[in-house]
C-alpha cells in the first residue's frame, strides 16, 4: 500500500511541476505582449507610434506600350486651343477724318486690315461712323492699345470664345470622312453591276459633300481663329446748346394742325356718302313726288 502511495504521490509532484513551468511560461509571454502594446504601439503616452516604412517600395505597375491612361490622354494633348477674339470700342475724337486715318495705319502696320466701314454726319454737322479691324490674335492687345490713344474710350468689350472642341470634332469627322471616300473609290473599282455602282455612286457624293462642308468650316474657324476682330465706333461730340423751345413749339403747332387737317379729310370721307344719299332722298321728296302728285290730280 505504501509503495503504491508513493508513486501517486510522484505522479502528483511531476505533474504540479510541468503545471507551474506552463504558468511560469504564459506568464513571460503576456509580458512580453503587454510591454510591446505599451510602448511601441502606443508611443509610452497613448498615442499610436508611427509606422515604420517598410524599406522596400512596391514597383509600379508599367503602362502597356500603346495604351493611355485616360489622365495620360489629357495632358498629352498637342492640340492647339483656338481661341475667336473680339473687341469692340466706342472712343470720342475731336477730329474724325483725321482719327479715322490714324486708326487705318495702325491696322496696317500691324499686318491686319479693314473689313468694313461706315461714316455720316449728323444733323448738328458732326461725323460718326463705325469701323471694322482684322487683325493677327499675336497683335490683339497691341491694336487695342494703340487705338485707346485715338481719343477718349467712352466704352469697350473684349470677349473670347473657345472653338477647340468644335475643331477638334470636325477635324475628326473630317478624317472619317476621308476615309470612307477612299474605302467607296476601292469599292467603286471592283463594283461590276450597274445597281451596285450606282448606289455606291451615291453614297460616294453624299461623302464628299460631307467633306466640303466640313472642310468650309474648318477654314471658316482658322480664319477667325488667326484673325481678330476689331470694331471701332468714332464719333465727334456734339456741340453743347441752350434753346428756350421755341423752336420745339413751333415744330409741335405744325404737327398737331397736320393732324387736325387730316382728320377733318378722314371726316369727310366718312360722311361724303352718307350726305349723298340725303341729297338724292331730298331731292326724290321736293322735286319728284311733287311732279307725281300734279300729274295723277290731272
Not at 461725323?127 to 490713344?149: M, N, S, Y
Request: charged share 25%.
Amino acid at each position: 500500500m505504501e509503495k503504491y502511495t508513493k508513486i501517486a504521490a510522484v505522479i502528483v509532484l511531476c505533474v504540479l511541476a510541468a503545471s507551474a513551468g506552463f504558468f511560469a511560461s504564459s506568464l513571460s509571454e503576456l509580458k512580453g505582449q503587454i510591454e510591446y502594446s505599451d510602448e511601441d504601439v502606443w508611443g509610452g503616452k497613448g498615442f499610436p507610434a508611427a509606422i515604420p516604412t517598410p524599406a522596400v517600395m512596391p514597383t509600379p505597375i508599367p503602362t502597356p506600350v500603346g495604351r493611355e491612361t485616360p489622365e495620360s490622354q489629357y495632358t498629352n494633348t498637342n492640340t492647339e486651343r483656338k481661341i475667336i477674339q473680339r473687341a469692340s470700342l466706342s472712343i470720342e475724337v475731336e477730329d474724325f477724318q483725321a482719327s479715322s486715318d490714324a486708326l487705318i495705319l495702325i491696322v496696317e502696320r500691324s499686318g491686319g486690315f479693314v473689313s468694313d466701314s461706315y461714316s455720316y454726319v449728323t444733323d448738328t454737322g458732326r461725323k460718326r461712323g463705325d469701323i471694322a479691324l482684322r487683325v493677327p490674335t499675336h497683335e490683339f492687345l497691341p491694336v487695342i492699345a494703340e487705338i485707346e490713344q485715338i481719343g477718349t474710350v467712352k466704352s469697350k468689350h473684349i470677349s473670347g470664345e473657345d472653338v477647340t472642341e468644335e475643331y477638334i470634332d470636325l477635324t475628326a469627322r473630317l478624317n472619317n470622312s476621308e476615309r470612307q471616300e477612299k474605302r467607296l473609290l476601292e469599292i467603286l473599282d471592283i463594283a461590276e453591276d450597274v445597281e451596285d455602282v450606282l448606289d455606291v455612286e451615291r453614297e460616294l457624293e453624299r461623302v464628299r459633300n460631307d467633306i466640303e462642308r466640313l472642310i468650309g468650316r474648318i477654314n471658316y474657324l482658322e480664319n477667325r481663329v488667326e484673325l481678330a476682330t476689331i470694331s471701332v465706333s468714332l464719333y465727334e461730340p456734339e456741340p453743347i446748346t441752350h434753346s428756350w423751345g421755341i423752336r420745339d413749339a413751333f415744330r409741335d403747332a405744325f404737327e398737331a394742325f397736320v393732324s387736325v387737317i387730316r382728320g377733318l379729310i378722314i371726316l369727310v370721307g366718312y360722311a361724303l356718302p352718307l350726305l349723298i344719299l340725303v341729297g338724292i332722298a331730298w331731292f326724290v321728296k321736293a322735286k319728284v313726288m311733287p311732279r307725281l302728285r300734279k300729274g295723277k290730280s290731272k
